[in-house]
């Protein structure tokens, strides 16, 4: 059983009996004849013949409907390889639209080699990948005139035939390009014919070991296949007809690949591919969808669970049709889909999603991912490209027109020393071609050859140039590549790198003055062995460059490191005056003063919230940066501070002989009925008693008894012995309920 070989690498049919009659047919005799003495015995690098291979090329494009101009320029493309100077001559022959027609294929075909060979060199997937993708956009943007595409999809399919044909091996680096590249090249034009076949004699070299187990799994051969499919059609088509729908019945074998790739990407057995055989039925509206899915069903069996509604239900890009899956006559399963013609007009050409779910989209095979906004006006170019191709083609033998007008005029595609391809925009110049290679380059460029010619550097490149960059081994970009005027740069991206790198100098430059003035400071203050980075936290900064920034754009002034070098002195508390200013100063133990036992001339302060005064217990706190604090020992306060921190609490004690005059604040608390002259009475209590008040607070309560008012008092005593005979003094007052120390 042969398997995989088209019927047409069978058929070595003469170029001359596949061409039109009158001029068309001439315009060929005359090419091939203008052709043959140049081929004819010349072997190509695939071994096969020239005048052969130029035979089987025109063989394919009449096959697909191209006009008889295509099938001679097959000929003169390949006869331009063996003349000294190709354009001329054929220029002079033939006329100037076929000379360029030759130069642009010529040019091609170098480029792919040398794409191919640059792959080949790459070491990741992912970066073969994007190589892989690079050369699918450049054989659409690389001519202006589609027709060299379409000259070079035929001249891969010949080639493919003629391994398949002479059994000889084929390269695995052309298999996979034609599987990667030309391909899904042809699918984009919407040329299926080519683009299966394509597809399964890639899939038989590249994979051959599951190429033959899949072709003896099927049960029977495509001729068969197609010949079963065929009478399922003419019967739905009759028996559609007699129920009196309108309707076109198309058959649509499944081909190796498509249906070893479903298997794959969707983990199926052959026999769950429903659509090895399959039936697309087209209707005037959706109400005969509907009427044609009835009938389907009720002529044959209806598989269960494989039904789908995309007319009710669209798919999100916009596809509609019904599915269903039924047993046909001969019991095996048949998928048809079902839809009117305006919804096959936008499934076949008029949605973007189309390359990415027939090549095992985003979503749909794993692994392959649609290219974005390229896809999207891929999709916008493809009908306007099926529907012209053949007009360009008439034009092109009238001489007179262009060619076809350029679909991707946006992008332009040139090539790395090493044959790597980059894209980029339109009228781009070497620079942009370095920033897009590597940033770093970009800043470093300062000369630039291209196809071994050196060039200024506001050039602008063209596709399928060679690019080679002179850089210095350090430097940056110049302030010059951003004036417009000048054209040095055209691609967004890499003006705002030349803008981030000047950024990022300037911001480098207010950093150093910064540190600068910083560093000035701390040697000022004598502070050098500062550490910086703990200075800019202290300051509330992330990191020193983050303060040196804002000094230097004189943003933060440097009074406020200055004030955290040198703290103001803390004020002195108010009962510490008072006890300094009754103690005699610069002796190591003062008189009447507190003493830390061990320890000499140590800052002590007295305790506002218990105002020790001798001869009361008292115990000493050391606290931060006030010395050590001297609390009562009964103090509430200093208990809780001692069971909190132990290791804080020292040994204190009065001086043995209490300096003569020292008087210590203490707070008193009275509490009395209110009335008038209370406070009188107690004021002259107390100066009775020669107690000095240096602070009155009074508060008068009303509560169920009448009013109570309470007095808090601070007055100076020389020994708290002494205040509790005063206390008693003031208790004797009238109204007074208690009199006692806080």
Known sequence: MKTGLPARAEQAAPIVALADTGEGQAAVVRARAFAEPLLAGQPLDTGEDALAHADGVAAILAGIGAAPAMQAASYLVYAGDYLNKPEDIVAKAFGDSYASLVTHTRKLVQLQRAAREAQGALKGEEQRQQQTERVRKMLLAFSRDLRVVLLRLASRLQTLRYFAATKTECSQAVAAESQQVFAPLANRLGIWQIKWELEDLSFRFLQPEAYKGLARALDEKRVEREQRIEAARLALQADLAAHGLQAEVQGRPKHLYSIWKKMQGKSLELDRVFDLRALRVIVPDVSDCYACLSLLHERFVPVAGEFDDYIAKPKPNGYQSLHTVVLGPDERPMEVQIRTRAMHEHAE????????????????????????????????????????????????????????????????????????????????????????????????????????????????????????????????????????????????????????????????????????????????????????EDLAARLGFKNADALFEVVGKDEYSLRNIEHLLRPPAPEPD????????????????????????????????????????????????????????????????????????????????WGETPEKGALYPVDVIIESSDRQGLLRDVLEVLAKEKMNVIAVNTQSLKVAKGETAWMSLTVEVADSGRLAQVLRSVAQVSGVRSARRK
Request: charged residues 25%; aromatic residues 6%; proline residues 5%.
């Open 574 to 653: 108010t009962d510490e005056m008072l006890v300094q200013r009754r103690t005699k100063a610069g002796s190591s133990a003062p008189k009447g003063g507190v003493l830390v036992v061990g320890v000499d001339s140590l800052l002590t302060n007295l305790a506002r919230c218990c105002r020790p005064a001798p001869p009361d217990g008292i115990g000493g706190y050391v606290t931060r940066g006030k010395g050590v604090a001297i609390h009562r020992a009964d103090c509430s306060n200093f208990r809780q501070m001692a069971q909190r921190a132990p290791e804080r609490v020292i040994a204190v004690a």
């Open 349 to 532: 050409h008029g949605v973007a999603a189309h390359w990415a779910y027939k090549e095992a989209g985003a979503r749909g095979y794993a692994g392959v991912t649609a290219a974005g906004e390229f896809e999207e006006q891929v999709a916008a170019a493809r009908k306007a490209v099926l529907r012209q191709l053949l007009a360009w083609e008439r034009d092109f033998v009238e001489g007179d027109a262009p060619g076809a007008q350029p679909v991707f005029d946006d992008r332009i595609y040139v090539f790395t020393p090493q044959a790597t391809i980059v894209e980029l925009v339109r009228d781009a110049t070497p620079i942009d071609f370095a920033y897009a290679v590597h940033t770093d380059l970009g800043h470093r460029c300062r000369g630039a050859k291209i196809d071994g010619q050196m060039v200024p550097l506001n050039t602008r490149l063209q596709s399928g140039q060679t690019v080679e960059i002179s850089a210095l081994k350090e430097g940056g970009p110049s302030l010059d590549w951003l004036n417009p005027e000048l054209g040095y740069l055209q691609s967004q991206r890499s003006r705002t790198k030349v803008r981030a790198w000047f950024n990022a100098l300037a911001q480098a430059q207010t950093i150093a003055k910064g540190r600068e003035l910083v560093e000035k400071l701390l040697q000022r203050e004598g502070k050098t062995a500062t550490k910086l």
